[in-house]
C-alpha cells in the first residue's frame, strides 16, 4: 500500500529491512552503543557485516530520539541510519523521542541527499511501544516533515509480520493527503 504526501511517496511493505536494494538508505532500530543485538539491529549488522560495528564504535553511545549516519557496508542500501527509540514506559514523553527518530533519520537523509529511506516499526518490538501508538506517530510525523523534504521522494516502512503491516496500513490510510 502508498499514498503520496507533498510529493513524497509514503509505503508499507512486509520485508526484511536488510535486503532492501532499491532505497538508498535503511533505518536501524538501534539500542544505545550501536551494537549488534537482536531483532533490526542484529539483522543489519549480520547482513553488513563487522565493518559496520566498527563504524559505529566512535558514535556511540546515543540517547533516546537521536539518529546518527554510517555507511552500508555488505548491506544492499549505500547508508544505514540508527536511531535509539524510547523503552516503553521507561523514557519519557515516550511519543515525542519516538517522533524525533523519525524526524532526526529524514533530516539525516535531507543532509546526506538520500532519495529513499527505508524505516522499521522503532521502539514496537522488544521496547514494547504499543504498535497502534508506534504506527500513528511513525507516519504522523513523516506526513508534518513531508512538505519540507526536498531530498527525500520515498518513504518506506518495511514491516516484519502481516499485523505490524496491517497496522502501519491503518494509520497510513488514515492520515488525510496534504
Known amino acids: 500500500m ?3 504526501i507533498s510529493r513524497v511517496l509514503v509505503e508499507c511493505v512486509q520485508g526484511d529491512i536488510a535486503s532492501q536494494d532499491d532505497v538508498t538508505a535503511v533505518v536501524n532500530a ?12 542484529g539483522a543489519l549488522h549480520q547482513k553488513a557485516g563487522p565493518g559496520l560495528e566498527e563504524e559505529c564504535r566512535p558514535f556511540a553511545p546515543i540517547s533516546p530520539g537521536e539518529a546518527v549516519l554510517t555507511g552500508g557496508h555488505n548491506l544492499p542500501s549505500r547508508y544505514v541510519i540508527h536511531c535509539l527509540g524510547p523503552v516503553y514506559g521507561v523514557d519519557k514523553p515516550e511519543e515525542e523521542l519516538l517522533a524525533r527518530c523519525y524526524k532526526r533519520a529524514l533530516d539525516l537523509a535531507e ?9 522499521p516499526a522503532i521502539s514496537s518490538g522488544a521496547f514494547g511501544f504499543p504498535l497502534d501508538k508506534a504506527a500513528q506517530v511513525a507516519l504522523k510525523t513523516v506526513a508534518d516533515a513531508a512538505p519540507g523534504l526536498r531530498q527525500v521522494k520515498k518513504v518506506r516502512f518495511v514491516l516484519f509480520s502481516r499485523e505490524q503491516k496491517e497496522v502501519f496500513e491503518k494509520a497510513l490510510n488514515s492520515l488525510g493527503s496534504k
Do not use: M, T
Open 2 to 4: 502508498h499514498k503520496e
Open 30 to 41: 538501534a539500542n544505545s552503543q550501536l551494537r549488534p543485538g537482536g531483532g533490526v539491529a
Open 111 to 119: 543532509d546526506h541527499h538520500i532519495e529513499s529511506i527505508a524505516f
